[in-house]
DNA sequence: TTCGTCATGTAATGGGTTACATGATTAC
DNA sequence: GTAATCATGTAACCCATTACATGACGAA
């Protein structure tokens, strides 16, 4: 997931880790973002995979085997995304498992490099993103309705407020879903940004 | 955090590890429980260190040290609270670093065995989880403000939607506090509690 | 010159998951 | 008798975090 954003980011402009740890909060929510010891890493995986290069070659390669850690400041160092992944991006979005939707975040991810997905991939991912959703929500409704009396009064809130949110979460995936079968409706024609009226008031129960 | 919760749990009545899972399926939101290779190797923790007691002694500790890892079934485990730590519990929950209420699934823990709670200790924790979100919340509003015509209609909905959710948290706690001080007033006879203008009615942004 | 921010990285650790392994009990 | 569900547990792994360590560069 974090690769997959990586990847994402680096579709749009070569960037060097520090900015990427910014972007990357911007993306993942704009609360809290990766820290370095994960981000490093998994640059340092992709370098070896061959997903991205660097302008600087590794400096680990030209030292003696037995050479101390190499900790501390090297240069700063801009990725860029290999020409043949930035091609297949497209593809690796429309990987369109489980996996796509199954996890919020994964889906978040999906959802902010939309504008390289097919139309058609685009679909199918908010599609599976809400049954995902809904199914969570009738587990909300069923748990909510067997229990209801049984309960306290704090769980009982901490419930309605959940299932509230799944609640939420669907309609909002429904007027997404809207929107796409509408503009594909149109084919290719005039791209215009239709005003989705979202925002009905919060019926509060 | 799972510790915890299992606590909680146990508090109310002994139980086996089976049924455990089931009830922690309830209080962390409904959807997806804990999986067993993280219960189990808690509860023996917990027993381990003195928190709860089984009505079976630890089979392992009846086995020669060479034997086999004892695998599979060995008859249904109740686990208790210990005394000591059940009239402790109140303390352990009046725990309020903010490690009660900046982590969601820490507060909603929390939340569910509220009834085990003093009132100020609900409120603090109630107050300090509405701080961090609405720290969140600020954190988006001016990640919205200073992006927003630079973003493409995917991320941009993405934020939107995110917003609306921290903002409807914010107002669902603040209910929750509402309520919390009206009863404190009332109960503690005295006490004026001074009149909190807090629930505004949903101004949706 | 010293402080704050930019910048890169490793090591130890943590908290969870999946896959595996086994067996009892109940319903058909 | 056999399949589904109940029930307990270990081992390997994954992905992230915190703490640590270093150093460049610009501004006061």
Redesign the interface.
């Given at each position: 997931m974090l690769e997959f954003a990586i990847l994402g980011l680096l579709h749009q402009t070569p960037m060097h880790g520090y900015e990427l740890r910014k972007q990357l909060a911007?993306?993942l929510?704009?609360?809290r973002s990766i820290s370095y010891g994960s981000l490093y890493p998994a640059l340092k995986r992709m370098r070896a995979a061959g997903l991205i290069s660097t302008d600087e070659p590794d400096p680990h390669a030209l030292l003696p085997a037995d050479a101390p850690p190499l900790t501390g400041r090297r240069g700063k160092i801009v990725y860029t995304i290999t020409a043949e992944v930035k091609e297949r991006f497209h593809e690796l979005v429309g990987q369109t498992g489980p996996e796509a939707y199954d996890d919020g975040g994964s889906f978040?991810v999906r959802?902010?490099f939309?504008?390289h997905t097919a139309s058609d991939v685009r679909l199918r991912i908010l599609e599976g993103r809400r049954r995902t959703v809904e199914r969570?929500r009738e587990?909300?409704r069923a748990?909510?309705g067997r229990?209801r009396e049984r309960l306290?009064r704090?769980?009982l809130?901490?419930?309605r407020?959940?299932l509230?949110?799944v609640d939420?979460?669907v309609r909002?995936l429904s007027e997404?879903i809207d929107t796409e079968r509408r503009e594909a409706g149109e084919a290719g024609g005039s791209s215009t940004?239709p005003s989705p009226a979202?925002?009905e008031?919060?019926t509060?129960t």
């Open positions: 911007q993306v929510g704009g609360l978040g959802l902010a939309f504008r969570q587990g909300l748990s909510l229990t306290d704090y769980t809130e901490l419930q407020h959940g509230e949110s939420r979460e909002w997404l940004s979202a925002g008031p919060p509060t």
